[in-house]
């Protein structure tokens, strides 16, 4: 009964290792190159393979060392290099427009 929780949870874990890769490759697909260069990162094709492999290996060949491998690169790409490429192409988190006054809640309005 234990190992088949613990089969189940390893299931799960490996499933959330393969949705990281996946967005992380999504969102390496949707950047532009440009951007990449202009937060001084690696290539979009560096990253594009990184991902890519990492999905592979997530998908067929479930060995545990190179997925932790895939995971910290997926890692490092979402809180590193996507960060800075958002900086740099001017996304601003799903808001367009918007003023200089804008906070994280919408606008300020000096407290009136």
């Given at each position: 009964?234990?190992?088949?929780?613990?089969?189940?949870?390893?299931?799960?874990l490996?499933?959330?290792?393969?949705?990281?890769?996946?967005?992380?490759l999504?969102?390496?697909?949707?950047a532009?190159?440009?951007a990449?260069?202009?937060?001084?990162?690696?290539?979009?094709?560096?990253?594009?393979?990184?991902?890519?492999?990492?999905v592979?290996?997530?998908?067929?060949?479930?060995i545990?060392?190179?997925?932790?491998?895939g995971?910290?690169?997926?890692?490092?790409?979402?809180?590193?290099?996507?960060?800075?490429?958002?900086?740099?192409?001017?996304?601003s988190g799903?808001?367009?427009g918007?003023?200089?006054?804008?906070?994280?809640?919408?606008?300020?309005?000096?407290?009136?």
């Amino acid at each position: 009964m234990l190992l088949e929780a613990f089969g189940s949870f390893l299931q799960l874990l490996y499933l959330a290792m393969l949705v990281l890769a996946v967005v992380a490759l999504i969102f390496a697909v949707t950047a532009r190159e440009d951007a990449y260069r202009a937060a001084d990162k690696q290539k979009k094709s560096f990253w594009l393979i990184i991902l890519g492999v990492t999905v592979f290996v997530n998908l067929v060949i479930p060995i545990l060392f190179l997925q932790i491998a895939g995971v910290i690169a997926s890692i490092v790409f979402m809180v590193d290099v996507r960060p800075a490429i958002k900086a740099v192409s001017g996304g601003s988190g799903g808001r367009r427009g918007g003023s200089s006054s804008d906070g994280p809640y919408g606008p300020y309005n000096g407290g009136r």
